[in-house]
């Protein structure tokens, strides 16, 4: 497998420890209405873990089980710290159940989860105590501790469910931008994280200083307040989970964005027609792409407008021309163009082919 790294130095533990070992099993149904109280929820996303120093006797082991749920198989990995026990078995079965009672898509079979005690996973997600989970998007893995944190407040289920909506995120487009940093496309949108980002209101895959404003962290806790709607947002206040962002982040995990809308434009153009405008809608931020094929010997140009302001046009010698923008919707639901062709010399009839994010 893709293993969390370990290495064979450090603190050793002993066959005698981890016999004594046990996890603690979740209760899916009782921890779905779990209170959580004042906390500060602290967690990051990573590249990959960094090695563990803790090994058996006989050298380093980790044992990976697999579990079957709704026809998908997740795979989990016990730390060397806990021996292979029925009771060790039975609780990381609950683990899945739980995952597998939140609304998920096709993802879930991609899963891997390692558990490990409170030590080892803030050394493998390479932060302080404060870091109470981790999720690697390279290995599809979140890294959970076996049991509840001393001190109250945070809960190992929330943190499962918040490491998940990373999980979700590192599976769904939200093309140019990557979705594990930005959030996928449907609550991207909503957000209005392009334009944000644009004016340093969010932080896209920022897990330092702007930790609180990083969208990737905001769509993760969203997925989180689906189960925990009392629990408090300790994200960017522009995040704040509202009824529209969550409806956004449900179509991207039932029903995702599959690539932009496609699309051909056609119109003539001669001695009475020098210019052919076009209505265009923006629903998503994304690309916008327009591909112009006129006829032979003609030199047509495009040329895209927003708001009377001319946002690019192409001047080639020909009428081959090509012409993308990324568009930001700024804090409008939608954003409409106009995209013009325009006659330079020759006449007859043109297509223009089109791409929108949505």
Not at 164 to 174: E, M
Request: glycine fraction near 10%.
């Amino acid at each position: 497998m893709a293993a969390v790294a370990l290495c064979a130095s450090g603190a050793v533990a002993s066959p005698a420890l981890a016999a004594s070992r046990t996890i603690e099993p979740l209760e899916p149904q009782a921890s779905s209405t779990a209170g959580v109280g004042a906390w500060f929820f602290r967690d990051r996303v990573i590249g990959q873990p960094r090695p563990l120093a803790t090994a058996a006797v006989d050298g380093p082991r980790i044992l990976t089980l697999h579990y079957a749920v709704g026809g998908q198989t997740v795979e989990i990995a016990l730390s060397p710290s806990f021996a292979d026990i029925p009771q060790n078995r039975a609780a990381a079965r609950t683990l899945v159940t739980f995952l597998g009672s939140h609304i998920h898509g096709a993802e879930l079979g991609q899963l891997r989860v390692f558990i490990g005690t409170p030590v080892e996973v803030s050394l493998l997600c390479g932060g302080g105590p404060e870091v109470l989970g981790c999720y690697s998007p390279t290995q599809h893995r979140m890294l959970v501790p076996d049991r509840e944190p001393p001190g109250g407040g945070y809960t190992r289920e929330y943190a499962m469910t918040h490491e998940y909506g990373h999980h979700i995120a590192s599976l769904r487009s939200n093309a140019p931008w990557p979705a594990i940093s930005h959030g996928a496309k449907y609550w991207a949108s909503y957000e209005h994280v392009c334009a944000r980002a644009a004016k340093q209101q969010l932080f896209p895959g920022d897990e330092g200083s702007h930790y609180a404003a990083n969208p990737g962290e905001g769509f993760a806790d969203t997925y989180a307040h689906l189960y925990y709607p009392s629990a408090p947002f300790q994200f960017a206040p522009i995040m704040r989970p509202t009824p529209g962002s969550r409806a956004a982040l449900r179509r991207d995990v039932l029903d995702p964005w599959r690539g932009p809308r496609r699309s051909t434009l056609r119109g003539a153009l001669g001695a009475n027609a020098a210019v052919r405008s076009f209505t265009i809608r923006q629903s998503l931020d994304g690309s916008l792409s327009f591909r112009l094929l006129g006829p032979p010997g003609s030199n047509y140009d495009l040329q895209l407008v927003n708001r009377g302001r001319v946002v690019r046009r192409t001047t080639a010698p020909s009428s081959h021309d090509r012409l993308t923008v990324l568009g930001c919707r700024a804090d409008a639901p939608s954003a409409t163009y106009s995209l013009r062709v325009l006659r330079r010399g020759g006449s007859g009839r043109f297509s223009v082919s089109t791409e929108i994010a949505g």
